[in-house]
């Protein structure tokens, strides 16, 4: 069974504040893939990225990066210089490949507020 | 480049009764995934179908919930005789395979009365 852990549940930062959100994940399947989604209060879900279970490099987009660690299973978030429009709920997800069977395990989500 | 379209937005419905949800996949996707996601919490798989087939439906409830994807038209996710219990937002997901991540529509608020 797969299993995400959010242990952040509310976060609060003022603008311009770096903040990391933390993942931590468990499988046992070798090849999987990890995501973050991101829900803003208007309800929708946007992925952010995806990652393999082979590809360890860390990725950056922007003011968004990722610290991928298989030593530690954990798939963490940071946001640089944090903006107002950042405030949503951040879901960190994971699905592994076992025959047909891609369906996403997400944890419960971390709701962070950026105040002005 | 119409996104994974869901409709309607929000749904009540009276105890007992029907809800249909609809979800039509982005263009040159065949495979949907339904879940659900409760107030607080995150989200949880229900179904997953390709068209005109159920791959996994691990995550359905054994009663009072189907699934579909038929040849032709939307995906419908159908809840039968609804309780308060139902009351969620419902998210459909779509992706060309099952490699691709998936993508999600704006989901369906259903509220139970």
């Known amino acids: 069974a797969q299993k995400v852990t959010q242990a952040q549940t509310e976060i609060s930062v003022v603008e311009k504040e770096d903040v990391t959100l933390d993942c931590v994940y468990e499988t046992r399947d070798t090849t999987y893939y990890l995501f973050w989604y991101k829900q803003p209060p208007s309800g929708e879900l946007v992925f952010l990225i995806r990652?393999?279970?082979?590809?360890?490099q860390n990725e950056i987009s922007g003011r968004y990066s990722w610290n991928f660690q298989k030593s530690t299973s954990s798939f963490n978030f940071t946001i640089t210089a944090s903006q107002v429009v950042d405030s949503a709920v951040y879901f960190c997800?994971?699905?592994?490949?076992?025959?047909?069977?891609?369906?996403?395990?997400f944890g419960k989500g971390i709701t962070l507020s950026v105040r002005p | 480049n119409a996104g994974v379209m869901q409709n309607p937005r929000h749904l009540v419905r009276r105890r007992g009764q029907e809800a249909r949800l609809r979800c039509s996949p982005m263009?040159?996707?065949?495979?949907v995934y339904w879940y659900r996601q409760l107030p607080e919490e995150g989200l949880k798989f229900m179904v997953y179908l390709q068209k005109e087939n159920i791959i996994d439906e691990s995550g359905m409830p054994k009663e009072r919930f189907s699934a579909e994807f038929p040849k032709e038209g939307p995906s419908i996710l159908r809840i039968q005789q609804v309780v308060r219990g139902d009351s969620a937002a419902y998210f459909c997901?779509?992706?060309?395979?099952?490699?691709?991540?998936?993508?999600f529509g704006d989901g369906t608020r259903l509220s139970i009365l």
């Open positions: 263009k040159g996707h065949s495979h």
């Open positions: 997800a994971l699905s592994v490949r076992s025959g047909a069977n891609s369906k996403l395990t």
């Open positions: 990652r393999n279970s082979f590809d360890e």
């Open positions: 997901a779509s992706s060309p395979d099952e490699n691709q991540p998936q993508h």
